[in-house]
């Protein structure tokens, strides 16, 4: 608050008090979201992120790249013949927030929010094991997930949910076919710690109206080091609905703050 601010605030207090009327508490400064990550598909491209993962095993040459730039979008390609390197599944991915030559490094107590929009085609569909479309990590080779944006069949049904993986966490879940073909805005929030110390909220929203906005606190959403941000395609091959097919997934207006 500016020193002038204060001035008025305080005359006001003052004069409320002479008046005999309620006195209002001085207000302290409030957290605000601080934009760090703002990356165009058409200008930075790729060079938006830390890392790349694009058919890690080669399997599919011909196809390459399965994730580009194009125009304002950033677009994953998966066909039904690519694998990973583990061959029971399929991965491309990107990973971190680069801005620059540098990166975001998200730290334990820190406060973060990603917000994007997202075309998912009727061709990716829910499985029933798992399509991961958004996923939180530790860097580094084996690791598990903290959490995750899954598509997800149950009973029948094609779903999206979130789930924080350490005590396996439902946040939230809806239908996924009433935003098939459509761009969806995602909104998520992530406030890293450890045991019980984590939070989470996500939110969807749809042609301006929310589909579904859910809170979870209480959770572990740290393991070690950093936790960071990833966005693709990766799925198992273990699906039992035939629904696994040629698809693709569009990303844009990508954006990522800093709770300070």
């Not at 703002?38 to 011909?62: M, N, Q, V, Y």
């Not at 399929?90 to 973060?112: A, F, I, M, P």
């Not at 994007?116 to 990590?137: G, V």
Request: net charge positive; hydrophobic share 35%.
């Amino acid at each position: 608050m500016t020193a002038s601010r204060r001035a008025v605030l305080g005359a006001a207090i003052g004069a409320a008090a002479a008046a005999g009327l309620p006195q209002l508490a001085t207000p302290a400064s409030a957290a605000s979201w601080l934009l760090r990550w703002s990356p165009s598909a058409s200008g930075d491209k790729l060079k938006a992120f830390e890392t790349i993962e694009d058919d890690r095993a080669d399997s599919h040459p011909a196809a390459a790249p399965h994730i580009f730039a194009e125009g304002d979008n950033f677009r994953f390609n998966m066909h039904t013949q690519d694998r990973d390197t583990s061959t029971d599944r399929q991965r491309h991915e990107v990973t971190g927030c680069r801005t620059g030559s540098s990166y975001l490094q998200w730290k334990s107590g820190q406060t973060w929010r990603i917000t994007y929009s997202m075309f998912i085609p009727s061709t990716l569909k829910a499985t029933t094991s798992f399509t991961h479309i958004m996923q939180m990590k530790q860097p580094g080779a084996g690791s598990s997930p903290i959490v995750v944006q899954s598509l997800r069949r149950v009973n029948g049904v094609q779903t999206i949910e979130l789930k924080v993986i350490e005590g396996d966490v439902l946040v939230g879940r809806t239908n996924l076919e009433p935003l098939h073909n459509k761009w969806t805005d995602v909104d998520f929030q992530i406030k890293i710690g450890n045991g019980t110390s984590g939070s989470v909220r996500w939110i969807l929203k749809t042609g301006g109206s929310t589909v579904i906005d859910k809170s979870k606190s209480g959770v572990d959403t740290f393991l070690a080091d950093r936790v960071r941000p990833k966005w693709g395609i990766y799925r198992s091959l273990g699906d039992s609905s035939g629904s696994l097919q040629n698809c693709h997934m569009l990303l844009t207006n990508m954006r990522g703050y800093q709770l300070v």
